[in-house]
Antibody
Framework: QVQVVESGGGLVKPGGSLRLSCETSGFILSDFYMTWIRQAPGKGLEWISGISSSSTYKNYAASVKGRFSISRDNAKRSLFLQMNSLRVDDTAVYFC???????????WGQGTTVAVSS | EIVMTQTPLSLPVTPGEPASISCRSSLSLLDSDDGRTYLEWYLQKPGQSPRLLIYRLSDRASGVPDRFSGSGSGTDFTLKISRVEAEDIGVYYCMQSLEFPRTFGQGTKVEIK
């Protein structure tokens, strides 16, 4: 089955850290650029980070640059997002998404919820 | 970064009738190297994850009905639904894929009149 499944979300205090994981199946991960998108409660979609197929290129939104780090392990079919110095406005559903190069974001997970609150 | 602006933000529609959503970018989305325009459309139905509808301005994603079409050029784009069906309700987003960081429009909520 072709899918991506996120995990690792939870409740964390401001200034804390979380590491999100995305397990992929049904396709060859090393063939694809991968992306993290988030959606704050009741808000629109925000692109936050992407990584090329062999990890050569990593891109970040200004809102997370310097605090978040994207990585991948193609052999383990997994994508990661290390989130440090979390802020209240990082509260959102985080989606792992296949694609993000020039051919669209074509496979979305169900999302994992991150809540940052004291 | 490229700013994406959608209009309208809310669109009441009648099943069987056409509908269109506009999206404008602050910079041309034409890639002069390959001549393609990098604009995408997504639909997020209530309670679901978003789904890709259109990429590279007018290419329909796999499984997307042909009543959906994308058009435009430079900085002005349109998503058209030739005949709206009840299942088309949700929030539509445009996104530019010319440059990083990628950026989305605010979203257009489509609902049945």
């Amino acid at each position: 089955q072709v899918q991506v499944v996120e995990s690792g979300g939870g409740l964390v205090k401001p200034g804390g850290s979380l590491r999100l994981s995305c397990e992929t199946s049904g396709f060859i991960l090393s063939d694809f650029y991968m992306t993290w998108i988030r959606q704050a409660p009741g808000k629109g979609l925000e692109w936050i980070s992407g990584i090329s197929s062999s990890s050569t290129y990593k891109n970040y939104a200004a809102s997370v640059k310097g605090r978040f780090s994207i990585s991948r392990d193609n052999a383990k079919r997994s994508l990661f997002l290390q989130m440090n110095s979390l802020r209240v406005d990082d509260t959102a559903v985080y989606f792992c998404v296949r694609g993000g190069g020039r051919y669209g974001l074509d496979l979305w997970g169900q999302g994992t919820t991150v809540a940052v609150s004291s | 970064e490229i700013v994406m602006t959608q209009t309208p933000l809310s669109l009441p529609v009648t099943p069987g009738e056409p509908a269109s959503i506009s999206c404008r970018s602050s910079l041309s989305l034409l890639d002069s190297d390959d001549g393609r325009t990098y604009l995408e459309w997504y639909l997020q139905k209530p309670g679901q994850s978003p789904r890709l509808l259109i990429y590279r301005l007018s290419d329909r994603a796999s499984g997307v009905p042909d009543r959906f079409s994308g058009s435009g050029s430079g900085t002005d784009f349109t998503l058209k639904i030739s005949r709206v069906e009840a299942e088309d309700i949700g929030v539509y987003y445009c996104m530019q894929s010319l440059e990083f960081p990628r950026t989305f429009g605010q979203g257009t909520k489509v609902e049945i009149k």
